[in-house]
C-alpha cells in the first residue's frame, strides 16, 4: 500500500473549516483514501473515504485532487470536539488486507 | 451490539510474564486486526486475519502470537512480556461493504510492563 505524508499539526479557530492535507504520490489506481480521528486515547473512528471522486457525509468531505497524489479533509464547521489526531491512510479496497496508520496530523481546535 | 469489545481494559505485568488479549465483535467481519500504539505515535500492526482461520503478520509481529478462535474472536498473546511492550493494543475488525471497507475499533488495552 502506498505511504502518506501529513504535516505533524494544524491549530483552526472555533466555527472555522478545517483543510487537512494529504500527500499520496505513489497511489496506485486500485487504491482508495480514508480518513480517520483519534480523539484522545480512544479507537480510531473512521470518518471517510473515496477513489477518485469527491466524497461528502455528515462528518465532512473529502476532495481528491485529479491526479489523485493528494487530498484534502474538510471538517466545514470545526468544534471543540473535533480537536483530535487525523490520519490519512490509502490501501487496496476490498482485501481483508492491512490498513497503515502513519503518525497522522494533531488538529487543535481553538476558542 | 456491543461491537468490539477488548478485555482486560489495563493490565500490569512483570518481565517475563505471559498473558493473553481477549477481542470480540458481534458485527460477523470476516476481517480482524491487532495495532499497539506507544506514547505520541501512531498505530502499528502486529497481526491480522483476513477470514476465519487465517493469520498474518503485520508491521511488527516479534514477541506475539495470535489465535482466530472462530469468525467471532481474535487473541494476542505475549509470551514473555518485556518492557518495551509497554502500549495500548487496539483490535479491529473491517466490513467489506462494496464500496471499500470500514474498520471499527475496540476501546483499547493499556498494558504496562515493569
Known amino acids: 500500500d502506498a505511504k502518506t505524508t501529513q504535516p505533524p499539526s494544524m491549530d483552526c479557530a472555533e466555527g472555522r473549516a478545517a483543510n487537512l492535507p494529504c500527500n499520496h504520490s505513489?497511489?496506485?489506481?486500485?487504491?482508495?483514501v480514508y480518513w480517520y480521528r483519534q480523539i484522545h486515547s480512544q479507537g480510531p473512528q473512521y470518518i471517510i473515504h473515496?477513489?477518485?471522486n469527491n466524497e461528502t457525509n455528515e462528518m465532512a468531505s473529502l476532495i481528491i485532487t485529479e491526479d489523485r497524489k493528494s487530498s484534502t479533509l474538510i471538517l466545514p464547521h470545526a468544534t471543540l470536539r473535533d480537536t483530535a489526531v487525523y490520519y490519512c491512510?490509502?490501501?487496496?479496497?476490498?482485501?481483508?488486507?492491512?490498513?497503515?496508520f502513519g503518525t497522522g496530523t494533531s488538529l487543535t481546535v481553538i476558542p | 451490539n456491543a461491537g468490539v469489545t477488548q478485555t482486560p481494559k489495563f493490565q500490569v505485568l512483570k518481565t517475563g510474564q505471559s498473558m493473553t488479549l481477549q477481542c470480540a465483535q458481534d458485527?460477523?467481519?470476516?476481517?480482524m486486526y491487532w495495532y499497539r500504539q506507544d506514547p505520541g505515535m501512531g498505530l502499528r500492526l502486529i497481526y491480522y486475519?483476513?477470514?476465519?482461520?487465517?493469520?498474518d503478520k503485520g508491521e511488527v509481529p516479534n514477541g506475539y502470537n495470535v489465535s482466530r478462535l472462530n469468525k467471532r474472536e481474535f487473541s494476542l498473546r505475549l509470551e514473555s512480556a518485556a518492557p518495551s511492550q509497554t502500549s495500548v493494543y487496539f483490535c479491529?475488525?473491517?466490513?467489506?461493504?462494496?464500496?471499500?471497507?470500514?474498520?471499527?475499533f475496540g476501546p483499547g488495552t493499556r498494558l504496562t510492563v515493569l
Open positions: 473515496g477513489l477518485k
Open positions: 505513489t497511489i496506485s489506481g486500485n487504491e482508495y
Open positions: 458485527m460477523n467481519h470476516n476481517s
Open positions: 479491529a475488525t473491517l466490513i467489506l461493504n462494496g464500496k471499500g471497507g470500514e474498520q471499527f
Open positions: 486475519s483476513a477470514s476465519e482461520g487465517t493469520t
Open positions: 491512510i490509502v490501501r487496496v479496497a476490498n482485501t481483508g488486507n492491512q490498513f497503515y
